[in-house]
């Protein structure tokens, strides 16, 4: 799921927020957010719902199931 990969990165550079930052707040490893923003792996689901509420998206855009952002 690139799309997924694409748009967290995104998102977290709206937010002007560091990966550190992103793993801090999630409560996991740097390393493992990195895997996020590549591809390598993808987050369980109570922290793809925390990505989402943090952004403002619905879980849906960040899977790349939709477009629509909210």
């Given at each position: 799921?690139?799309?997924?990969?694409?748009?967290?990165?995104?998102?977290?550079?709206?937010?002007?927020?560091?990966q550190?930052?992103?793993?801090?707040?999630?409560g996991?490893?740097?390393?493992?957010?990195?895997y996020?923003?590549?591809?390598?792996f993808?987050?369980?689901?109570?922290?793809?719902?925390k990505?989402a509420?943090?952004?403002?998206?619905t879980?849906?855009?960040?899977?790349?199931?939709?477009?629509?952002?909210?």
């Open positions: 799921m690139k799309i997924f990969a694409e748009r967290m990165k995104l998102l977290r550079k709206e937010k002007k927020k560091t550190s930052e992103m793993a801090e707040f999630l996991i490893k740097l390393r493992a957010y990195q996020y923003e590549s591809g390598t993808y987050p369980e689901i109570p922290n793809l719902i990505l509420d943090y952004f403002g998206v879980t849906d855009y960040l899977l790349g199931r939709s477009d629509k952002r909210g």
